[in-house]
């Protein structure tokens, strides 16, 4: 077997590794160093490209656009009746009672909707059974049904009368006389509240954490004191909104109670406008004061969902839409 060359020098060459850098006859370059923070922080942040969304949302403001043109050149409206109208005295009388009745129905439903929700909780089985009858019956039965037969109770119940068994009867009341169109709307529209909000506060009340009860019976505190110091209070948070929901659908709802011929807003708009003969404008101004009412409720709502939000997160509460717009023009002005 031949033996490699040896050179002239008498000394072999040194083996090539594969690290080694090419004979080039340039020394070897030091890898580079990474970027420092002070450098990272300097380079420019160049916003993501979202040509969709701005092409999306031109075409959403003119569509908007156009819509307000169509209802502000639309001669049908008649914009001078409608502001003739918007502050008349029969239709302030008619909103001013559809306030009222929404409040009363609201508070009224609540109270009995609390009772029945605490009911279905109880470990009282026939309690259980009424407010899960009482539920089911009213939420399945359409409003309208249910205020016409309060309105016709006088053909079930002609009389209402309490007698003792040996002593004679005491009164006797018609049903005819006892119940009016306001006191029925308010009746129907209670009850059928009160089914609603029963689920609404059990729901709230469900969303507590058991470990809240078990601490509360550990301090030996009675069953109604933890209801109303510690479950509840919890509980608002997941009952406002749907509370709040229930508050704008029995204002809108109350139009129901025009069958009865109770001098609510839009009772009070339909007898303008079956004189005059005027319906869209008329329309018009009862739609006008929905929203402006609808608006104010949720403005209420938001601030208060915001009040028993507080301690829920640990990044404290979110700005409010005032408090992000000044912002938004502190930026704008470099203050």
Do not use: C
Request: hydrophobic share 50%; charged share 10%.
């Amino acid at each position: 077997m031949a033996s490699p060359a040896v050179p002239s020098s008498g000394v072999l060459p040194a083996p090539k590794t594969a690290d080694a850098p090419p004979a080039t006859g340039a020394p070897p370059t030091a890898p580079a160093a990474p970027p420092t923070a002070r450098a990272l922080a300097a380079l420019p942040i160049v916003p993501r490209r979202r040509p969709g969304r701005y092409v999306s949302g031109g075409l959403a403001l003119l569509a908007a656009v156009l819509l307000l043109r169509a209802l502000a050149g639309n001669p049908a409206f008649e914009w001078t009746v409608v502001g003739q109208y918007l502050t008349s005295a029969s239709i302030l009388r008619g909103l001013l009672l559809t306030l009222w009745m929404t409040g009363a129905v609201t508070a009224l439903g609540f109270l009995l909707g609390t009772a029945l929700a605490v009911a279905r909780l109880s470990g009282n089985p026939v309690l259980q059974s009424l407010s899960w009858g009482f539920v089911w019956i009213f939420r399945a039965t359409p409003l309208l049904v249910q205020l016409l037969f309060w309105f016709n109770i006088g053909a079930l119940w002609p009389t209402l009368s309490l007698s003792l068994p040996f002593g004679g009867e005491l009164f006797e009341l018609k049903t005819v006389n006892l119940l009016g169109p306001a006191l029925t709307a308010v009746i129907g529209l209670t009850l059928h509240e009160a089914a609603f909000a029963a689920e609404v506060v059990r729901s709230g009340v469900l969303s507590v954490d058991q470990g809240q009860l078990e601490a509360a019976a550990s301090l030996g505190l009675g069953r109604g004191r933890v209801l109303r110091r510690i479950v509840l209070p919890q509980a608002m948070r997941t009952i406002l909104p749907p509370a709040g929901n229930m508050l704008i659908g029995t204002l809108k709802g109350t139009s129901v109670i025009s069958v009865l011929a109770v001098h609510d807003l839009l009772f009070s708009a339909q007898l303008i406008y079956n004189q005059t003969y005027q319906v869209i404008p008329l329309l018009t101004v009862a739609t006008l004061w929905y929203v402006a009412v609808t608006s104010l409720l949720s403005v209420g709502q938001y601030y208060l969902e915001r009040r028993f939000a507080r301690g829920a997160g640990r990044d404290g509460l979110p700005p409010t839409p005032w408090q992000r717009a000044r912002a938004a023009v502190r930026t704008a002005t470099g203050r």
